[in-house]
């Protein structure tokens, strides 16, 4: 139970700051195609499961599996690795419920779900095809973005970020771009699973457990009584 509460805490804490993030995205850019964004998609998806995962160990009920938990927090480190790196050295100031919106979804719940992920979630049952798989929503997400493009035809958001920008790249550029962001993510996936797969070999803490994985019981089988 002493592993439980505090996990639960911290998870259930994490999904309200998301939806405080998203509040306060709502109030400052209006309702009109913020679930274009991956941004706001991560955000959403992250707080459903951490809300899940809350409740659960809440609950009493087992822990999310690693695979769907590790999935949210890939993506939410998707969001706050490209748009720090890529788009907000171009990106003009915030002020106000923007600029908290910005420091929520774009650096405090990546930074806070990793460090969820790395405290509190069981390791050690993590495999290298699930990066695979996670790459289904990223790569949807490039077809979304291009399809909605030749539907939406005009305006500031046809394209909601610049490397998916068909009209200035072309589609063999964002072919590019897909490929390459598709490597990156999943490279960023494998490390996630690498990392599980460390943590859970040296004795990782587990809600509800003794705070290491002890894989290494003899297991003693009784004597046949005479």
Known sequence: ??????????????????????????????????????????????????????????????????????SAILFICITGLVYNVVLAPTAGPKHGYAAFSNAVLHVATPLLGLLGWLVFTRHGSLRY????????????????????????????????????????????GVAVNAVTYATLFFLLGAILVTADRLLGRIGSPVPGGSGHADTN???VTPMPKR
């Open 129 to 172: 095809v699930h990066a695979l798989l996670w790459l289904i929503y990223p790569l949807g997400y490039f077809a979304f973005a291009i399809v909605r493009g030749l539907f939406v035809t005009s305006g500031a958001l046809r394209y909601p970020y610049p490397f998916l920008d068909v009209v200035e790249l072309g589609y063999a």
């Open 1 to 70: 139970m002493h592993k439980r509460l505090p996990a639960a805490v911290f998870w259930s804490l994490l999904a309200v700051l998301v939806v405080l993030g998203e509040t306060a995205s709502l109030i400052a850019h209006g309702q009109k195609d913020q679930v274009v964004y991956f941004t706001n998609q991560s955000n959403v998806y992250l707080g459903i499961v951490a809300a899940l995962a809350g409740w659960r160990l809440w609950s009493g009920r087992r822990e999310l599996p690693a695979p769907v938990l590790t």
């Open 217 to 219: 019981v003899p297991c």
